[in-house]
């Protein structure tokens, strides 16, 4: 398979000056006209006229009116073209129902749609197709469909047809086409200055009630956008539409984004608090990339990050105005060491900005998202919030309708700064989690801190040079008070000390508050210290990670010692969850026992070999002593997390029952699931239904239960994903393999919908120690299934490999059952270019 690298950006030699298309529906045999005009462009570095495309038949191809000969090859077209501006016109026959790889135009059940980022649109029509060839677009469909859609302002319409025009110059990858018998939730939206925007979320008819609130969201994140950014909507009309069949969250196109259904239709009888909260974000993270993808886009595929890390920063950023923004850092911190740090730390890790790839769809990770957000907070710590929102002013303005790179992205910030950006960019250039050793030192009123940074090397990369390090520090005096409020200390050196002069004795140091840059912290505490800080630390995302901490070195001493959960830290847990002067949601993400790999990958870090029964075992036995040492609260802090009223999404409700979910799993330990049966049963909501279900399949008295979720929700293809995960993920790990292979043979099991796959093989590969079997049984489940997706749907089979991605934490045992279904895979007959990329990188 072919590579492409960075280093060989060639400019595409043409202008498009405008593209129009015509589409003539039907589900086999789907006909597309396009009308391309180019101009050659003076001095271009090549005049080679190749347009991408596959799959593709070609009906007829003509230039100026004249048809033409071309040279079909591998992944398009070559042809000979006059030097002068010229019209391409072209039609092809596609087929949308034979599409299973949900890339290009494809149905879901019965409607037509499309995906095309990152290289889809070239499975259309035959195209320029990278992101920095931008051009207007005009479109007309031709079909029975009720409702016929693409980006853009609707210009006309009839019984069977509709147009579409959209002024704004984009690349092929935001283009979309949606038609199908679809029922719209409108609402309408007035901008800053005073234009009136049509909104519309279309969905199937029977989700007409899941709409509202996303349609919320959509506005709050208009409003929130021109607030904070100054960034207005730019179109007459914004279209939502939801996907049954997709295969990530959603898309960004130009004026009609299209979303998983998963992530867009909510009610309070089917969608927990997890999802409304979810919902939100994405929403808002679609609605943000019109300005940061869209208007400003990127020149190639290697720079990425550039619209998806600052994209997911300001869906932080927005959710942590909507809701709390302590208890959104903590939950962005938990789920980048879940997902980000593995990827950093093992063999597919890369840096937020990769210079090489096969596949580009295989680089959607949480490198690129996760941590490229978590650079551009870097940014804003290190140049404070005025001038952060000084260079996007500047970025908006210097480049607003261009395709850019990371550099022109640094160049706006030391332009509208004057600081020197060389070497902070090696944060996009540097693969790997830099560990932060700390030590300290306190001699004659001044207190020193000295940390050293390093990396270890990463696939390709084997020197890594330092970075620039924001470290935000507090002092505390042995009585918790703050005597050193919140300072970034910008760390340059591989080695470097840091003096805080006057003080009176020895102070206790708060380091990294905010998390504020995504490094592994070591240093010499004893739990002494920790507990303390759990009890006072002023800044509360440290307060939970020390208690953080505190949880994993109980586990891991109980692990490796044998020893008994520290009553210390029992103590202070008890008295943190009693106080009630504490906002709920803390309490319950204090609650929140850390993840099992996480713990495996500590352990191997600690240079010991993670046995995931045991890691299983103790958290298990933690959580045993933690409910019977709580017991005498538990039934009054049960019934404190009863909210009154109907039930609403927000903030406060969603802490209560966050809260609910912990101190009733602790509950049902005690009470053999009586408390779990009645919250089942009486509930209104699938937020407290969901929880219940999961406390009493955990406690093996869920059989009753499933039964009657299943018969209540067999309608719902959402709920059902639920039903699904939620019988792997609350099993016995002996039992774990077994029952996700009985649910690949259930009825409403299918290959053919994203969701329901990653609802059983995600919930499978999530299950530590069910997926660590020593019998491999959940190693061959997995692979079995990946080879059998492959041939339908390259992308989600390609994603889902990375269950495999840390198999050298593990003893030989399990290492050779992992490489072995590995190698199963990569041997496939026929196995796709993605799937191939990811098992080759993974076992290397
Ligand atoms: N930009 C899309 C992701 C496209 C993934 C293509 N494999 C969604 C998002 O990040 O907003
Ligand atoms: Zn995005």
């Not at 550039?306 to 942590?320: C, N, P, S």
């Not at 299983?616 to 959580?623: C, H, M, Q, R």
């Not at 390259?794 to 045992?813: E, G, I, K, L, N």
């Amino acid at each position: 398979p072919q590579t492409f690298y960075l280093k060989d950006y060639t400019p595409f030699g043409f202008d498009v000056e405008s593209v129009e298309l015509t589409f003539k529906l039907a589900p086999t045999a789907t006909r597309v006209l396009s009308r391309i005009r180019f101009i050659p462009q003076e001095n271009a570095a090549s005049s080679d006229f190749f347009l991408h495309g596959e799959e593709l038949e070609l009906i007829s191809a003509a230039i100026d009116g004249t048809p033409v000969q071309v040279e079909e090859v591998d992944g398009g077209l070559n042809c000979a073209v006059p030097s002068t501006p010229f019209l391409w016109e072209a039609e092809v026959e596609i087929n949308p129902k034979g599409n299973t790889a949900l890339e290009g135009l494809y149905m879901s059940n019965g409607m037509y749609c499309t995906q095309c980022e990152a290289e889809g649109f070239r499975k259309i029509t035959y195209y320029p197709d990278r992101p920095d060839v931008m051009s207007t677009f005009k479109v007309r469909i031709e079909g029975p469909e009720k409702v016929l859609l693409s980006n853009g302002n609707p210009t006309a319409s009839g019984e069977g047809w509709a147009e579409w025009h959209d002024p704004w110059p984009k690349p092929a990858y935001l283009f979309a086409l949606v038609a199908g018998d679809l029922i719209n939730h409108p609402d309408h939206f007035t901008t800053k200055s005073g234009k009136d925007v049509d909104l519309n979320i279309w969905v199937r008819p029977g989700d007409e009630g899941k709409c509202a609130f996303g349609m919320e969201a959509l506005k709050k994140s208009m409003t929130w956008d021109e607030e904070v950014y100054g960034r207005e909507y730019d179109l007459d009309i914004f279209n939502i539409v939801a996907v049954d069949d997709f295969n990530m969250g959603a898309m960004e196109n130009k004026g009609l984004n299209v979303f998983n259904s998963s992530c867009v239709l909510a009610s309070p009888e089917t969608s927990t608090d997890a999802n409304f909260e979810r919902i939100e974000a994405i929403i808002a993270h679609e609605y943000f990339h019109n300005w940061t993808g869209n208007r400003i886009t990127c020149r190639d595929w290697f720079q990425l990050c550039l619209k998806e890390g600052l994209t997911v920063y300001r869906d932080a950023q927005f959710t942590a105005d909507m809701r709390s923004e302590p208890v959104k850092r903590i939950e962005d911190v938990i789920a980048l060491r879940a997902r980000q740090f593995p990827e950093d730390q093992g063999p597919l890790s890369h840096p937020p900005r990769p210079e090489e790839f096969q596949e580009i769809n295989n680089f959607y990770t949480a490198t690129v998202y996760e941590k490229g957000a978590e650079v551009i907070g870097m940014l804003k710590r290190l140049v404070g919030d005025a001038d952060y929102y000084k260079a996007l002013d500047l970025y908006f303005d210097r480049h607003d309708g261009q395709a850019c790179t990371i550099e022109d992205w640094l160049s706006v910030f030391e332009d509208a700064t004057g600081r020197d950006m060389a070497q902070f960019k090696r944060w996009y250039s540097q693969a790997g989690t830099p560990k932060l050793k700390v030590s300290d030192n306190f001699d004659a009123g001044t207190y020193t801190l000295t940390f050293e940074q390093s990396t270890a090397p990463t696939p390709g990369q084997d020197i890594k040079d330092p970075r620039v390090i924001p470290i935000a520090v507090g002092l505390l005096n042995d009585k918790g008070d703050e005597i050193q409020p919140t300072r970034v200390l910008e760390m340059t050196q591989a080695t470097q000390s840091f003096a805080f002069d006057g003080l009176a004795a020895k102070p206790v140091p708060s380091i990294l508050r905010e998390f504020s840059a995504p490094v592994i912290l070591e240093r010499d505490t004893t739990n002494t210290e920790r507990t303390f800080l759990f009890a006072h630390d002023t800044d509360p995302f440290n307060r939970w990670e020390a208690g953080n901490a505190l949880a994993k070195e109980t586990r891991l001493a109980m692990i490796t010692a044998g020893e008994a959960p520290d009553s210390a830290y029992l103590d202070a847990l008890i008295k943190l969850v009693r106080d009630d002067t504490l906002d709920p949601a803390f309490r319950a993400l204090v609650l929140q026992a850390p993840g099992q790999s996480d713990l495996a990958q500590t352990l191997h870090a600690r240079g010991q070999v993670p046995d995931p029964q045991k890691i299983y075992d103790a958290s298990e036995t933690f959580t045993q002593t933690l409910a019977q040492a709580l017991s005498d609260s538990l039934p009054r802090l049960y019934a404190a997390t009863t909210v009154d009223g109907p039930y609403s999404p927000d903030a406060e409700g969603a802490g209560k029952r966050a809260l609910n979910a912990r101190i009733l799993s602790l509950l049902t330990r005690l009470d053999a699931g009586e408390q779990a049966q009645r919250q089942f049963e009486t509930a209104d909501n699938m937020t407290l239904q969901y929880a219940a279900l999961a406390c009493l399949l955990k406690a093996d008295k869920g059989a009753d239960a499933s039964a009657s979720f299943f018969d209540q929700w067999q309608e719902d293809r959402l709920v059902m994903d639920k039903w699904f995960a939620l019988q792997i993920s609350c099993a016995e790990p002996e039992a774990a393999a077994r029952i996700a292979k009985e649910l690949t043979t259930h009825p409403l099991f299918t290959l053919k919908n994203p969701n329901r796959f990653r609802a059983v093989m995600g919930a499978l590969s999530g299950h530590h120690a069910g997926f660590h079997q020593i019998s491999g049984a959940g190693y061959t489940l997995l692979a079995d299934n990946l080879i059998a997706l492959d041939a339908l749907n390259p992308q989600t089979t390609a994603r889902m490999c990375a269950a495999f991605q840390s198999w050298p934490r593990y003893d030989t045992a399990r290492q050779e059952l992992i490489k072995g279904e590995l190698q199963r895979i990569a041997t496939t007959k026929g196995l796709s270019r993605d799937t191939n990329e990811m098992v080759t990188r993974i076992l290397n």
